[in-house]
Structure formats: structure tokens, C-alpha cells
């Protein structure tokens, strides 16, 4: 079993950054690719950031690219998102996810693909 939990989030305005973390405990070992999920209220969860242990380049959610950087600190087992120029549409819950798939080629960006999840935190980006 995998713990995820994830820590950072707040209330930002418009155009401020926020940086959200998550820590992984218990098997680690069996985690490959760490994720980042958000739900906007009212609407499904959906893909933002995805980063693998296997040396390739992160993957972002078109809305997000060029604004977000996902990381790993593997010594730590934590993964960060850094959200800048924020919008209001990025007020979502955020989730951290881990999942055992994941290669040079590959990374994994559905949800069902992921296995462990976080509790969540609230990102709200308003004046």
C-alpha cells in the first residue's frame, strides 16, 4: 500500500502561484509515474501533470502547459506541482496520484491508471 498526502493548497488571486506537495509513504517502491488530478467544481476530474521515474519529459494538460512544473524530490518520495500565473479557472480540488505504469515512452495520463490517491486540496484563484 501506498499513502499520498498532499499539502499547499489555498486561496491566490489572479495571476499569484501556489506550489502543492505530496508525500509518498509505505511501498514506494511500486511507484512509477507520480500525477497530479484536478475537479473543478461541478465537473469531472481531470488529467494535469504526470512525471515518471524513467527519465522522460513531464506531461501537462494543455490549459496548464506553460504555467505548471511538476517535480520529484525521489529522496523524499514527494512529488510538487508549481502553479503560476494562476486563473480562476484553475479552482479545482487537486489530487495527487501514483501509479506503477509508466516507462521512457509511456506515461500514464487516465485516472484509472493510477491506483493510490491523495485526499485533496483546494485551490481557489479569485480576487
Known amino acids: 500500500q501506498v499513502q499520498l498526502v498532499e499539502s499547499g493548497g489555498g486561496l491566490v488571486q489572479p495571476g499569484g502561484s501556489l506550489r502543492l506537495s505530496c508525500a509518498a509513504s509505505?511501498?514506494?517502491?511500486?511507484?512509477?509515474?507520480m500525477g497530479w488530478f484536478r475537479q473543478p467544481p461541478e465537473k469531472e476530474r481531470e488529467f494535469v501533470a504526470a512525471?515518471?521515474?524513467?527519465?522522460?519529459?513531464?506531461k501537462y494538460a494543455d490549459s496548464v502547459k506553460d504555467r505548471f512544473a511538476i517535480s520529484r524530490d525521489n529522496a523524499k518520495n514527494t512529488v510538487y506541482l508549481q502553479m503560476n500565473s494562476l486563473k480562476p479557472e484553475d479552482t479545482a480540488v487537486y489530487f495527487c496520484a501514483a501509479s506503477a505504469y509508466g516507462s521512457f515512452y509511456y506515461t500514464p495520463l487516465r485516472s484509472d491508471e493510477y491506483r493510490y490517491w491523495g485526499q485533496g486540496t483546494q485551490v481557489t484563484v479569485s480576487s
Open positions: 512525471l515518471t521515474s524513467s527519465g522522460n519529459s513531464p
Open positions: 509505505g511501498s514506494t517502491f511500486s511507484i512509477n509515474t
